[in-house]
T-cell receptor
Framework: DARVTQTPRDKVTEMGQEVTMRCQPI?????VFWYRQTMMQGLELLAY????????DSGMPKDRFSAEMPDATLATLKIQPSEPRDSAVYFC???????????FGPGTRLTVL | AQTVTQSQPEMSVQEAETVTLSCTYD???????LFWYKQPPSRQMILVIR??????QNATENRFSVNFQKAAKSFSLKISDSQLGDAAMYFC??????????????FGKGITLSVRP
């Protein structure tokens, strides 16, 4: 049963600390999406990769957020320094370009104190 | 830019009854995909059903079906024989037909469905 995995599941940190979230897409998928879910904004796209290349990161605050795919089995989202307004659930989703369906991981709930 | 609107924040249904969740969207494209995702308290986003805009036939998945009205830009989800496990937040989402930089999902704000035993 292929699934997208994300670590950590929950993260509590203090303002100013660096946070790294990891995602393992489904084997064979070549697209990876990072979404953020908050009560106020709902679900919004932060970044999108295809074949490990970033195609769209316009939703990401560039000064503190960065997203990478070091290899086809790992995507990372980093926040440095973190702020209380970054508190949210961060989802990773993967898919295969040419198809329409994205499969979501369980999310990382980030709390910045 | 595309937008998705779910105007009802909450709904409630009696177990074994039928409930319909509403969704409208706005787009200038003629071909696209529409989805309903379910998010239970576990937080996992689960795909419930998908619809290709170029198909006139409404999609059906067991107890879940959609009423897709392309001209009205309406995409409602009907849940028949509601079960306690259907209690969750439901999101309507839009995706362009074309791959590329615009392949993201655009989500509505979601609707919280509760099921009364």
């Amino acid at each position: 049963d292929a699934r997208v995995t994300q670590t950590p599941r929950d993260k509590v940190t203090e303002m100013g600390q660096e946070v790294t979230m990891r995602c393992q897409p489904i084997l064979g998928h070549n697209t990876v999406f990072w979404y953020r879910q908050t009560m106020m904004q709902g679900l919004e796209l932060l970044a999108y990769f295809r074949n490990r290349a970033p195609l769209d990161d316009s939703g990401m605050p560039k000064d503190r957020f960065s997203a990478e795919m070091p290899d086809a089995t790992l995507a990372t989202l980093k926040i440095q320094p973190s702020e209380p307004r970054d508190s949210a659930v961060y989802f990773c989703a993967s898919g295969f370009s040419g198809t329409d369906t994205q499969y979501f991981g369980p999310g990382t709930r980030l709390t910045v104190l | 830019a595309q937008t998705v609107t779910q105007s009802q924040p909450e709904m409630s249904v009696q177990e074994a009854e039928t409930v319909t969740l509403s969704c409208t969207y706005d787009t200038s494209e003629s071909d696209y995909y529409l989805f309903w995702y379910k998010q239970p308290p576990s937080r996992q986003m689960i795909l419930v059903i998908r619809q290709e805009a170029y198909k006139q036939q409404n999609a059906t998945e067991n107890r879940f079906s959609v009423n897709f009205q392309k001209a009205a830009k309406s995409f409602s989800l009907k849940i028949s024989d509601s079960q306690l496990g259907d209690a969750a937040m439901y999101f309507c989402a839009y995706r362009t037909l074309y791959t590329g930089a615009n392949s993201k999902l655009t989500f509505g704000k979601g609707i919280t469905l509760s099921v009364r035993p």
